[in-house]
Structure formats: C-alpha cells, structure tokens
C-alpha cells in the first residue's frame, strides 16, 4: 500500500472513531469545553460569560484570540461576537486574550489532509470533522491557511448567543420579571417598562450563572452587522497614525537591542571580535545568542551601529551554497524515490500521451521573502521569575513551549501580550525571533528589552516560500485538451516548518500540490504527482502557502493546452469544470470582462482559475503591450465564498491578494550565493508600483453553504492570470517567475 493510502486511511479510521464511537479519544472528552482562561484573574464584579467575553464596570470586552496582521481579523470576530451578543459597533473593546487551548483553530489543521474541497461524501465530512479534533486535543491555537473565519464562524456567534443569554437571565433574577419578557438592545438588558439594564451592571449575578447550552443564533435576516459594510474597528487608530505595533512599545527602564546571526541560515558562529562595538556610545551589553551575537544598548540605533562594527567567522551552509546546486536537486528529484504523492490519477495518461503528439513544458518559481513592513520584534522582560513577552505572533502556544523551553520556567510564569503586527504573510509563525529577545533577556534581566531586527537581517534571514518545478505533458484531441500530466517537485515546507516547532507531520506533504491536485476540471486523462525534493535553504509558509505557486504551475500550462488545442481559454475551461460552483465564478469573471470582445492590437486578456482553501477564484486580466512595456490595465476578480461578511473588508482582501500576487509575479525573487540570500532590502527585493496599480473589479459569490477565508485565495491565479495576458498580447509564453526576467514593465 502507498504511503498516501496508508496515512488516507488511517485518518478516516481515527476520524470516524474520534466522531462517532469515542475509541481513540472519546466523545465525552472531545465535547467536554475548554477550560475558560478568563476565570483565572476575575476580579470583584467582573464575569466571564465565555472564553470570549469578559464583562466588568467598564463594559464589554470581546476576546478575538485570532491574531490581526493587518487583514481585520480582529473585526471580523468581534462582528461574529458583537452580532448574537446584541452591542453597539461604537462600544465594542478587543483584546487578543491569553495562550489558551480553550482558543484553538479546528479548520487549520483540514487543510492538511488530502481531501478535496469539492469532495462532500461521507469520508471527506469525517476527515474535516477530524481536523476539529486534532485542533481541540492538540490546542492550535494558529493563525493562518484562511481559517480565521471558517473557525470562528459558528463557534463566536454561539459564544456571543450564549453571553447574551446569561445576561437575560441575571437581568431576569435581578428583577424578577420573566426571562421571556425581556429583550437587548446595545448593550443593554431592556425591561418591559423601558428600564434598560447595563450588562456591565448584571456582571455580578451573570458570574453565578452557568452558561446554558443550545442556545438559538440569529437567522441572518435580523443581522445587523454581518453581511454588511462595516468601518474596522481599528480603521481610526491606523488612519491617524496612532495604532500601536509591537514595534512601537515604551515602556519604563526599558533598553533596546539587535542581533547579527549567520546568514547562512543555521549555521554556526565560529568566532566574532566585538572589541569596537563594546566601547561604542550607548552600548550596555554585548550578549552571544545561538548562532551570533546580540547587542544591548541606550537606544535602537546604537544598537544597529554597534552590531554592524562587530566581525564574525561565520560557519558554513547546511544546504547546497548557490541557486545552480540547488536546482539541480530540484531537478533530479523527479523520480520514483522522491514521489511524495498521486492525489490524481484519472483515466490512462500514459496510453493517452503514447497515441498523441506531445505538448510538453518546464515551469520554475523562486524562493520569495515575506518581507511585511515590520520587521521582526519582541519586548521581553525576565524579572523575578516572571517572564513577559510582547509581541505579535501567529502561534502563540508553540511560542510558550519555546520560552518554557529556554528558561525552565513552568508555563503560570510566561506571560504572552499579543500585539497587532505590521503584516506577516506567514513569516510570524515562526519564533525565531522571540527566541533571540528570550536569550538577551536571560542574560540582562530585571528591565524590559526591545529587541528589533534590521531590515536587513530581516529579509536576509528570512525562512521564504521554497522554490518549485513542474515538469508537464500533455495532448489535445478534437479541439479540446485530452490528457494533462504534471509533475511538481518542491521541499517540504511542512517538514520544514513543524520541525523548527519540535513537531512532524506523517505521511505526503499536501502542500506540495495544493491548488494543482484538486482541481475540479474533468480531463479525460489527468495525473498531478508531488516530488519531494530533499531539505534545501529552510522554508516556511507564505500567503497562500502550496497554491501560490502552483497556481501558475497548473493554471498556465493548462493554458498551453488549451490554445495547443485551439479552443477559446474561457470556454474551455467552462466545458472542462465540472464543479457548479466553479463554474459560476467562470461565468462571473467572463461577464464582468466582457470576454470575447475585441481588444484592439496590442492588448490580450488571459484568465486563471484555481480553487484553493476551499475557496473557487476565476481572475482575467487585461494588459497592454506598450513601447515601455508590459501594462496592467484592468483585473477581474469572482470568487464563492459562501457569506460575504463584511463587504469593504472583503473587496480590500481580495484586491490586496490580486496585488501581492501580481507584483511578486512581476519582480520578486531570492537568491542565495555562498549559502546566503543575496537580497537584503526593497531595492532589490520590489513590489508593485503604485502608478502599476491596476483597477481591479471584484464579485463575491454566495451560492455555497460552507463559508470561507477570503485572506489567500485571492494570489495564486493572479501570477498565470498575468502570463496567460502577457501571451495573449504579444505571443510569448513565459514559464519562469518573475516574469520581468523575460519582459519589461511600463
């Protein structure tokens, strides 16, 4: 039996125990809720309705323990909560909460099994009931895969359902009138004679009263804020300027530090000389940390000073030194050793490919930096045995087991603050980072210390999006594409990742096909074949993680068939969808582009689709081959959600997708040499520009009853979208990202 059939199998197994007879891990125990955290440190008067509200003389408070990295995630569940709770917009207040396992993300974890988000049999509602299982026994309490949403959906409008509910019943003992002759309004417990009861005022007698279960949700026609434009609640504070980072903390006594480690990721320090950095204005400590150096110092700038007069020795790379060495394994890694997975396999492809002629193409995508706008940070203070970490951070549990892990301290004595982070895009669920400030903080202890990255040492030390090769075939038949055989081979970033966090994951890494395997496209002979390339430079999850890149890997060489075959891009990639929902954002985008209609010299349209998260997304983007180059004139974007929850943030998220995704597509690219990246600031590390900004036109679908994250999905069709354009408009297919290699940009 294949790997992949052994670990399929096993998963039902333990799933189908886990749901329905209690073998593995029990029922009782898996229903049984999360202890509250907020019962902890109650003070007089206070109550905590829920692990998500907390109820005191200043008011409501709303825990949204998902962490905001500039995406609105704190909005979102306060929405969720604010909705069935029954309060004003106006007076809502949010805080991340603490570490809990109480908070754990049951939809993260789905992403991992090989089930294909069209797939609604019995085995696949199992499996993804099974996530929820793995996410509550293991406690991940994660940020990330587009699952914000998805989790909190039904679980925070229940916690509000729930609080509210409490808080009838303590207004109905408070007063002695009937549960069911009082109402809510805003905050307020509402009397029959119009006396309006502050909930703050019932937190005493709510703190008595067990929450009940089964409470009803609100049918979405009463939704006052769901379904419709919201302002963010932290739209004032970042407009003005005022919203504090973690890199904006002060606190008292506090010092300010940096840290130099070997660049080429891993490797040793064999020796450093601070002699010229110590006696420099300002600097209290030079403090050796694992693989480098970190300094201490009156004020951050002297400690970027300091740390760059310091000479090190560095120790080699673990892994192949420059980009030549590391294709080359990529590209000896399609082989039967390193198969990783066969997800699909339809039809005969290789009778298929015997009997035809051959269309047949090599596609590369480069390692990419997350590279957010605020770089990594940590304030840390250890102080009589208590140690406090601020911070922004998407894995705050696995970052408690890291501190515990450095310090030997029990986990009632780490204190984590979450803070709202400039950006992340998968680079804050690594601890690196925190890990450095930890180590300085043991070794000066009793102040806090501010511990910033250069950005410098930001993108050189980044853990990027790892690079990927398809190796494809395919042949066409009647006018139509007949058989498509893809190969992709890439390191594991979930071997990578999880092993940096002292975790593993058995069995293939999904990741290394997500958004090619699963595609809903009824080929009559189609095989997608994962390779797993051996460990390279270290790598972890970028937004949209697998899909980003093989959105393109897949997408533009179905494109290739596709006009190989003489068929109109759109209409076959209708004639081949078979997945309702799939299809209607193909007919969506198609009208709203006006597909079809002529252009004029000079200028093409390309379409891509790819269905990744669960998510259906169609993009066509228009551009124009201009004396300058390359301009981007127009994208279309539709997509299914299932709800679209608060409509300005879902056509901000959406857009923002389809830039990230086409400015990486056009410039973005790391490289090593000599074992370290050689990009180390925007310079050389571009985006989209502003005057490139194209005008991007949204349609959000809401024909499904499962609802979706909308923070990824949006990027991987948008970079084969773009190519499939560029070769419209000027005959030239480009299989290698960034495209600005092989074209110009106006």
């Not at 696949?124 to 991940?140: Q, S, Y």
């Not at 000389?273 to 420099?280: E, L, M, P, Q, V």
């Not at 903080?441 to 102040?447: F, I, L, P, S």
């Amino acid at each position: 039996m294949s790997r992949i059939g052994t670990i399929a199998r096993r998963s039902f197994l333990i799933g189908s125990a886990a749901v329905a007879g209690g073998v593995v891990f029990g029922v009782y125990a898996y229903k049984t809720p999360a202890a509250n955290p907020l019962l902890k440190d109650l003070g007089a008067g206070e109550a905590a309705l829920t692990p998500y509200v907390l109820i005191n003389a200043q008011g409501v408070t709303l825990i949204t323990p998902r962490a905001d990295l500039g995406q609105g995630a704190y909005s979102v569940q306060a929405a969720l909560l604010a909705e069935e709770l029954d309060i004003a917009w106006g007076d809502i207040r949010v805080d991340p909460g603490v570490p809990s396992p109480a908070y754990y993300n049951g939809a993260v974890a789905a992403e991992g099994f090989p089930i294909a988000a069209t797939s609604d049999g019995f085995v696949a509602k199992n499996a993804r009931a099974f996530g929820d299982v793995i996410g509550k026994f293991m406690g991940l309490q994660i940020t990330g895969g587009s699952s914000t949403v998805p989790d909190a959906y039904e679980k925070l409008r229940v916690a509000g359902a729930t609080a509210r509910e409490v808080l009838l019943l303590a207004a109905a003992q408070h007063s002695g009138i009937a549960r069911t002759e009082l109402t809510t309004k805003d905050g307020f417990v509402l009397l029959p004679d119009g006396t309006a009861l502050g909930y703050a005022t019932l937190a005493g007698i709510a703190a008595t009263i067990d929450p009940p279960s089964g409470v009803a949700l609100k049918p979405e026609a009463e939704w006052r804020y769901l379904g419709k434009p919201m302002l963010r609640i932290d739209m004032l504070p970042k407009v003005t300027g005022t919203a504090t980072y973690g890199i904006d903390l002060r606190m008292a006594g506090m010092v300010y530090a940096t840290v130099r480690t070997n660049p080429r990721i891993g490797g040793a320090m064999t020796g450093y000389d601070a002699s010229a950095a110590t006696g420099a204005r300002g600097v209290l400590k030079v403090v050796p940390v694992t693989g480098g150096v970190g300094v201490i110092a009156d004020n951050t700038w002297r400690a970027f000073r300091a740390a760059g007069d310091i000479t090190f020795d560095w120790g080699p790379a673990t892994y192949p030194a420059d980009m030549a060495a590391m294709w080359d394994d990529v590209g000896a890694s399609f082989t039967d050793d390193r198969q990783d997975s066969r997800f699909k396999d339809e039809g005969n492809v290789e009778t298929a490919l015997s009997g035809h002629a051959i269309v047949q193409a090599e596609y590369r995508i480069p390692y990419l930096a997350h590279a957010p706008l605020e770089p990594m940070n940590a304030v840390v203070q250890l102080k009589d045995g208590r140690l406090d970490i601020w911070t922004g951070t998407q894995i705050p549990l696995f970052l408690m087991a890291s501190a515990q892990d450095l310090t030997g301290l029990g986990a009632e004595n780490i204190h984590i603050h979450n803070q709202i982070s400039g950006g992340s895009f998968g680079r804050r669920l690594e601890d690196d980072y925190v890990r450095q400030a930890i180590e300085l903080a043991m070794a000066h202890q009793g102040v806090p210390i501010k511990m910033t990255w250069t950005r410098e040492e930001d993108m050189t030390h980044d853990v990027p999006r790892p690079i990927q090769m398809s190796r494809a075939r395919g042949a066409v038949k009647d006018g139509h594409v007949h058989a498509y055989d893809l190969g992709i081979a890439s390191p594991s970033v979930s071997a990578s990742q999880t092993g940096r966090l002292n975790q593993s994951i058995p069995g293939p890494d999904v990741a290394i096909v997500a958004g090619a395997w699963d595609q809903p496209f009824s080929i009559p002979h189609y095989r997608v074949t994962g390779y797993r390339v051996p460990p390279l430079a270290p790598i972890s999850s970028w937004r949209s993680v697998g899909a980003s890149g093989n959105g393109f890997l897949h997408d533009s060489f179905l494109d290739e068939l596709i006009h190989a075959a003489g068929a109109d891009p759109m209409q076959e990639r209708l004639r081949l969808c078979w997945h309702d929902p799939s299809r209607k954002v193909l007919e969506a985008v198609a009208e709203m582009s006006d597909w079809g209609s002529d252009m004029g010299p000079d200028r093409g349209r390309g379409v891509a689709f790819t269905l990744s998260f669960g998510v259906p997304v169609a993009e066509v983007v228009e551009v124009t081959n201009t004396p300058d180059g390359i301009r981007i004139d127009k994208v279309f974007v539709a997509l299914e959600v299932g709800r679209v929850l608060d409509p300005v943030n879902f056509e901000n998220q959406v857009q923002g997708g389809v830039i990230w995704g086409l400015g990486h597509a056009m410039n973005g690219e790391l490289t090593y040499a000599d074992g370290m990246i050689e990009q180390t600031n925007f310079h050389d590390f571009e985006g989209m520009r502003l005057y490139q900004t194209p005008l991007i036109k949204v349609r959000g679908l809401e024909n499904s009853d499962r609802i979706k994250g909308v923070g990824e999905p949006s990027v991987p069709p948008a970079a084969p979208a773009l190519a499939n354009a560029i070769f419209a408009a000027t005959g030239q297919r480009i299989r290698e990202l960034p495209l600005n290699k092989h074209i110009r940009f106006a």
